[in-house]
């Protein structure tokens, strides 16, 4: 059996995976990621986390193929650098390729998180049967993958599919890359967390909030249907542009269930141009919070990059 390991960063927490040929994680560990830190640190925190997880699973490193790492962009995939990343402010032009392949004997591929969750999907998520689909993850940021004729879709460095920074409604304020009403600045569980706890006054998560949303509170439910939408209109968007068969919504926001993806899935129906398009499956993933990891991990597997 051979084996790859898969490093999921994250703004919040780096997951860390042994994982087996046939895409299931034998072995896992999550760590906060600590802003508070040098990038060299924390990265050196992975490096000792990813040997622990190794020695954890009790398999023989001449069966580890590499590491995969999923990160959030902008970075340059082809380099191993992760180049400025809003959600990492301090990590500018970090070589993270050459400083873990430093510490390991096998080498390192590096991938847009959105991307690597994307390619896990595909490989054994809720994406195996489409050439065409999006994975869209809504968390700490938000981000999408893009399966396109069954390949992925990179763009230039790696930073396709960054549809977090897309302009939706500048009402809702300066995003941290500048612009005004930012998708991520209005709708991702960063936000989310932000705006209901300015709304009631006091400090929520963004289960919280959408714990308040199902009691019926009256501020919070219009806020959060305004942000369901917005939702909506972000699939619009990607089905109008990618002509796409599937969207496959992932990251913490995801679990939501129901009054999440009902809402989403009218909207669709009612806004998308082409009248195929208002069929298109919204679905959550699969694999939940493993996306990441194994998508990182898929990096090494030939049948999932070919």
């Known amino acids: 059996m051979l084996y790859t390991i898969g490093v999921d960063i994250g703004g919040t927490k780096v997951a860390i995976g042994v994982v087996e040929s046939t895409g299931k994680v034998i072995e896992q560990s999550v760590i906060p990621t600590d802003l508070t830190i040098t990038p060299y640190d924390m ?64 080498p390192v591929r590096l991938e847009n998180d959105a991307n690597a969750a994307a390619l896990a999907e595909k490989w054994i998520g809720a994406g195996q049967s489409c050439n065409h689909f999006i994975y869209m993850t809504v968390s700490t940021g938000i ?3 893009i399966i396109c004729d069954g390949k992925l879709l990179r763009g230039r460095k790696g930073n396709a599919g960054d549809i977090g920074h897309m302009v939706v409604d500048p009402s809702f304020g300066t995003c941290t890359c500048g612009q005004k009403g930012c998708l991520e600045m209005i709708a991702s569980g960063t936000a989310i967390s932000r705006e209901g706890s300015k709304i009631t006054g006091e400090s929520l998560s963004t289960e919280e909030v ?9 501020e919070i439910v219009p806020y959060l249907d305004s942000v369901i939408k917005v939702l909506g209109v972000a699939c619009v968007s990607l089905i109008n542009t990618f002509d796409t068969e599937k ?10 269930g129901v009054a999440l993806f009902q809402p989403i899935r009218s909207y669709v129906q009612s806004y998308a141009l082409n009248p195929d398009g208002r069929t298109t ?7 939940e919070q493993n996306s990441g990891v194994v998508g990182a991990a898929a990096l090494w597997i030939p049948s999932v990059m070919n």
Request: hydrophobic share 35%.
């Open 43 to 106: 990265i050196s925190r992975i490096n000792r986390e990813v040997n622990k997880v190794i020695q954890n699973a009790n398999i023989p490193t001449q069966h580890i193929k590499g590491i995969g790492i999923g990160a959030p962009g902008p970075l340059d995939s082809k380099k191993g650098m992760i180049t400025c990343p809003p959600n990492l402010p301090t990590w500018r032009d970090i070589p993270i390729k050459e400083w873990v392949e430093k510490e390991f004997d096998f």
């Open 143 to 145: 981000g999408s993958g």
């Open 210 to 218: 959408f714990q308040l949303y199902d009691q019926g509170h009256p």
């Open 247 to 256: 969207i496959i919504i992932g990251g913490g926001v995801s679990k939501v």
């Open 281 to 287: 499956e919204i679905v959550p993933s699969k694999l």
